[in-house]
């Protein structure tokens, strides 16, 4: 079959075209040109010059076309912009989601249909027909499962998507891009956001929406323990960067954007057993109220039981078997049954 490759120039998504190339199908390469700033390309990984670079030099060593998409337009409209004005908003956001959906498997699925081809990317997660529906799994190297991310998925895009190292741990897909000599065998991964290539989130808001007005850190009761520069700057269960002194540990547990105070406590008053789901997602249903599930609220979180209620109205909430520390506005919770995604949403 006609297969279009997302090549983010590593060696995961190079390693799934060479599979499909083996394979016997029509392989195409694109790499998709997502986000500079003020002219200048920022991305640490995927839309770099070096990156797109790395893509071509695959493609040439396979065999295979290769396009460069621009989508830094809509790249910043559904993922750049709503990041900022999260943080800003005293969430913390996780913007791979949004770049998956959106993008990803919106923008560049949508160009593969109109090629009459499906879509192969790099990510580890899996897809399978079970009776007649697909169903998403976690990747067999469960330390580098993606399923996390991949929460937005449902019916209609897992038919046409391929992830071609999902059933693979690292080492094998290295050796993949070995057997091939792809240049990016070798190539370190990137851990940070792609657009915030040195990891510092504040300074990246700030660049974007300019200076931030700073305000109050008080305790539970209101007591103004010390100041900060901007909400922007902490996240809920945070406790590195505080500097209120003294011999007590304080943790953040929640931010109030309106009147810009971040409030902080002890350790076990930022734990919950319940919270809301934002704009819920569900690959084929949600779960019954009665299903005992694993909720992950983070893409390291190991997961916790719990159970999902619907409303009557739709309203979407996860009552946890027991209090989970760090529950984070503006992060993803996403739902398990075992090794298959269920669905998720974003936490409120």
């Known amino acids: 079959m006609r297969v279009v490759v997302a090549m983010s120039g590593g060696v995961d998504s190079s390693a799934a075209a060479a599979l499909l190339k083996e394979q016997g199908h029509e392989v195409i390469g694109i790499t998709l040109r997502v986000w500079s700033y003020e002219g200048k390309a920022q991305c640490g990984s995927c839309c770099s010059p070096d990156d797109i670079d790395d893509a071509r030099a695959v493609a040439e060593t396979l065999g295979i076309p290769f396009y460069v998409a621009n989508a830094e337009d809509l790249f910043k409209d559904r993922v750049v912009s709503p990041f900022v004005q999260s943080y800003l908003g005293g969430k913390t956001p996780i913007p791979c989601v ?9 923008f560049l699925l949508k160009r593969a249909r109109a090629l009459g081809a499906r879509l192969a990317t790099g990510h580890y997660a899996r897809v399978e027909q079970q009776d007649g529906r697909f169903v998403l799994r976690r990747a067999v190297d469960s330390a580098k499962d993606q399923s996390y991310f991949l929460f937005t998925l449902g019916q209609q895009e897992l038919s046409d998507v391929l992830f071609p190292v999902g059933g693979m741990t690292k080492s094998e897909v290295r ?3 070995e057997r091939h000599a792809l240049p990016t ?7 940070e956001i792609c657009f915030v290539p040195d990891g510092d989130y504040a300074g990246f808001v700030e660049k974007v929406a300019g200076p931030q007005p700073g305000g109050e850190i008080v305790d539970t009761e209101g007591q103004v323990l010390g100041t900060h520069a901007g909400v922007h700057r902490f996240t809920v269960g945070q406790r590195r960067g505080l500097n209120l002194g003294g011999g007590e540990a304080r943790y953040v547990q929640r931010i109030e954007p309106e009147s810009r105070r971040v409030v902080v406590g002890p350790a076990d008053e930022t734990s919950r057993d319940s919270f ?5 997602h569900w690959v084929d249903g949600p779960p019954p109220p009665e299903k005992s599930v694993l ?3 983070r893409h390291r979180h190991p997961g916790a039981l719990g159970r999902v209620h619907v409303s009557p109205h739709g309203l979407v909430s996860i009552q946890l078997d027991a209090p989970a520390r760090a529950v984070t506005p503006g992060q993803a919770a996403v739902v398990y049954d075992g090794e298959h995604v269920l669905g998720g949403g974003w936490i409120v």
């Open 185 to 191: 065998s070798h190539k370190p991964e990137s851990m």
């Open 98 to 106: 949004a770049c998956n959906r959106d993008v990803k498997f919106n």
């Open 276 to 280: 809301g789901l934002l704009q819920p």
């Open 295 to 297: 909720v992950r609220i």
């Open 175 to 177: 050796a993949v891009a």
